[in-house]
């Protein structure tokens, strides 16, 4: 079926949604490493629709949402499940079904350099895009307390004299 043929369409990204095991961590690390804002908490979410909506009948979870910055529209949540808890996940990027979030940063030597300082462990140092659409750009994937996959990526920055488009 094409876009064409379909009678809905998406329209945006709303948020991303992550499950964790601690939320009290996972808003530490978002919040107070990252620089997230948080701007929403849910400690005791419990409404019939999220059973139905997550399989998990009488379900209660803890929910926090952050804003990544202060003109971005989509928004990142994490979510403890307080009952019908599951096993940590392989979160290797290898794997079919896994993601990473890619976040914008200024300056991600500095950012490394600080994060490393307080424990945010990381795969690898910075390294240069060397090829693609993004070539003189550097990136790094590092791992959050539930070992999600990050990636920071400080784009190309423009010759001297020119303005980014």
């Known amino acids: 079926m094409t876009t064409s ?3 809905w369409a998406l329209r ?3 948020h991303l949604g992550l499950t964790v095991a601690d939320i009290e ?19 005791s979410v419990t409404a019939d629709y999220v059973g139905q909506q997550t399989g998990y009948d009488d379900v209660e979870l803890n929910v926090a949402s952050f804003r990544i910055s202060p003109d971005c529209r989509q928004t990142m949540e994490v979510v403890q499940y307080m009952n019908h808890v599951g096993d940590a996940a392989m979160t290797d990027t290898n794997r079919p079904g896994n993601s990473h979030l890619c976040l ?15 424990g945010v462990r990381f795969k690898s140092d910075p390294v240069e895009i060397t090829a693609g659409p993004n070539a003189g750009g550097l990136v790094i994937y590092m791992k959050d307390p539930d070992d999600y996959t ?3 990526f400080q784009p190309a920055q423009p010759p001297v004299g020119e303005t980014p488009e």
């Open 5 to 7: 043929e379909r009678s």
């Open 12 to 14: 945006d990204l709303h």
């Open 25 to 43: 961590r996972s808003i530490h690390f978002y919040r107070d490493l990252l620089g997230m804002e948080l701007i929403g908490r849910r400690p």
């Open 104 to 118: 914008l940063v200024d300056d991600l030597k500095s950012a490394v350099a600080e994060l490393s300082k307080a």
């Open 150 to 152: 990050l990636e920071l």
